[in-house]
């Protein structure tokens, strides 16, 4: 193995865990305890600040330093954050011009073999019907919420209420809250919080919250719901307080089960036939599943639960209303008047 890319391995397993004994670093690149002390100082030298420890328990740890020194990927790295610049204006996070020049730095240092697989990666982010516009978030704010979460301090924040969807023209209300967790669905930012003032676990975004400074006391954090972020977050987003919809229906639908599955999206399909098939799906209300399900225009049969065909029964009338012409509404030809083809 030749110095530069020994180093460069040497760093690479530095990265991966804390303590690297200098035996175990001799063993898996096959050189000697020499070599390993060798290479280190090298690794010092262009600025990275590596830790020795003596003792059977000793070894290397690398270490934050004061400036940022030469960074060194293998392929795979380099390629990885690459692609991950490349992606980083779907993050909705306001870096995208950063990411352009830092993507640009790095292809300009990479060899001609890692910028031809680079360019053969072109990404072209689409979003799918109906998903939420990525809304760009300052790195000023994320920032500032992540170091609140960090220090554990009170996030005093103006956020807009309800009635409006424009945050730079609604009234800003003051709001107190623990923050807890930063987490990106679909390019938007959320924070999850406990509101001091509801006394309640709130879910706000991002690209609303106007921070206040100075932040307020220290806490001490509290667990979500169910104790998993995910769970919790994605149960909100379904307005429920568990990960599961509030309501759950069935229907036999006269289509064959490979003509509904590419459709269904989280729904469940089980073929009774050639002909046939069950769909078991959910949703907020018994109105909007109903709905939902009359998306695919076939003939459908309710299995349950009776809320479900209750609200076919709503919609039904619903719907008839809707195609019946009031009597104002119909216009009586005059006389002598011609119709026309």
Do not use: K
């Not at 309800?162 to 669905?185: F, M, Q």
């Not at 069935?250 to 729904?267: D, K």
């Not at 089980?270 to 949703?283: K, M, P, V």
């Not at 225009?297 to 009031?326: I, K, N, Q, W």
């Amino acid at each position: 193995m030749a110095t530069t890319e020994r180093l460069l391995t040497v760093l690479s397993l530095l990265q991966t865990r804390r303590d690297w004994p200098g035996s175990a670093l001799a063993s898996r690149l096959g050189i000697s305890h020499r070599t390993v002390r060798r290479d280190i100082e090298r690794l010092r030298e262009m600025g990275y600040r590596i830790h020795a420890t003596r003792g059977p328990d000793g070894g290397y740890r690398l270490e934050s330093g004061e400036e940022l020194p030469p960074l060194l990927f293998d392929d795979d790295q380099a390629l990885a954050v690459a692609i991950a610049l490349r992606t980083a204006p779907a993050l909705g996070a306001g870096i995208g011009e950063a990411a352009i020049r830092a993507l640009g730095t790095m292809r300009q240092v990479m060899p001609s073999r890692l910028r031809h697989r680079l360019d053969g990666l072109a990404v072209i982010t689409v979003r799918q019907p109906g998903e939420a516009t990525p809304a760009t978030v300052s790195l000023e704010v994320l920032v500032a919420l992540a170091q609140t979460i960090r220090d554990r301090q009170t996030l005093r924040f103006d956020y807009p209420g309800r009635g409006g969807a424009d945050a730079e023209t609604e009234t800003l209300t003051p709001r107190r809250a623990e923050p807890h967790h930063l987490v990106t669905s679909e390019g938007r930012w959320y924070l999850v919080a406990w509101d001091l003032d509801r006394e309640d676990w709130r879910l706000y975004r991002a690209d609303r919250i106007r921070p206040r400074i100075p932040h307020g006391a220290r806490f001490a954090p509290r667990t979500v719901p169910g104790g998993d972020v995910d769970e919790f977050v994605a149960a909100r987003f379904r307005g429920s307080d568990v990960n599961e919809w509030p309501c759950r229906g069935s229907v036999v639908l006269h289509l064959p089960a490979h003509e509904v599955r590419p459709f269904a999206g989280e729904g469940r399909v089980t073929a009774i036939d050639e002909h046939t098939c069950t769909l078991e799906a959910g949703s907020w209300s018994w109105g909007s599943l109903a709905a939902w399900f009359g998306r695919f225009e076939a003939a459908m049969d309710v299995v349950g639960p009776p809320e479900l065909r209750a609200a076919f029964a709503t919609l039904a009338g619903r719907y008839a209303s809707a195609v019946t012409v009031p009597a104002a509404a119909v216009t009586v030809p005059a006389a002598g008047a011609r119709s026309r083809r």
